[in-house]
């Protein structure tokens, strides 16, 4: 649809007009019921009245014009419906039109994109990120090889002999002087206790304590 100098008018300037012409007939139709729906009353009050008259000719001449009146109205009411189903037709397509160009929009940012991300590049750069990374690992792994190898010098291991014998020593002091009698409770743990009392003199004595030796027996393989 052209205008005077020749141009197409744009999609949405179309659509535009296109729902102003249906909003204003929609406007004159509703005008032109509310005109019918008044002379229907006027005829109705009229019809009463003649027919009190007892003028039953006046009374089926406007009879007839109120049916005819009633007719109009209902035609009005359905030409009414038929413009609010095109202009809600008119809406739809314009939602799609809408629709469209916003995915059309869009496919062309994305086509811009995708030719602005140099692939190879990007290839190169994650290869040369790899292998930085794995010379970063590489380095870590030999500082950490170094470390160990200087604190891990000659003469630890008898400086942890030392100590680790010093401790025996003084939890077997500790152990046979400070341990405190278990509670009786019942006949069972009564035994118990007369059995640990039975073993305290031995620690204290320099009898062999078997808890003693499990105890060494752990520190021993910490030591290893």
Request: aromatic letters at 2%; proline letters at 2%.
């Amino acid at each position: 649809m052209g205008n005077i100098f020749g141009k197409e008018k744009p999609l949405k300037e179309v659509m535009r007009e296109n729902k102003r012409m249906i909003t204003r007939a929609i406007r004159e139709l509703d005008r032109e019921r509310a005109q019918l729906e008044r002379e229907e009353k006027r005829l109705t009050i009229d019809i009463k009245k003649m027919a009190k008259e007892q003028q039953m000719g006046a009374v089926k001449i406007m009879a007839k014009d109120l049916v005819r009146t009633r007719q109009y109205i209902t035609k009005f009411i359905e030409m009414r419906s038929h413009l609010q189903g095109c202009a809600l037709k008119l809406q739809t397509v314009k939602s799609h039109q809408a629709m469209a160009d916003a995915m059309s929009s869009t496919a062309k940012a994305m086509m811009k994109m995708n030719k602005a991300i140099d692939v190879p590049a990007i290839n190169k750069m994650m290869v040369e990120f790899e292998r930085e990374n794995m010379k970063s690992e590489m380095m870590q792994e030999m500082m950490g090889d170094a470390i160990d190898d200087v604190m891990d010098q000659e003469g630890n291991a008898d400086e942890e002999d030392k100590i680790v014998s010093q401790v025996l020593d003084e939890i077997g002091v500790s152990f046979g002087e400070e341990v405190p009698d278990a509670p009786s409770l019942g006949t069972g743990l009564k035994q118990s206790s007369n059995t640990e009392k039975e073993r305290i003199p031995e620690a204290a004595g320099g009898g062999n304590d078997t808890a003693l030796n499990d105890l060494e027996a752990r520190l021993n393989n910490l030591k290893q």
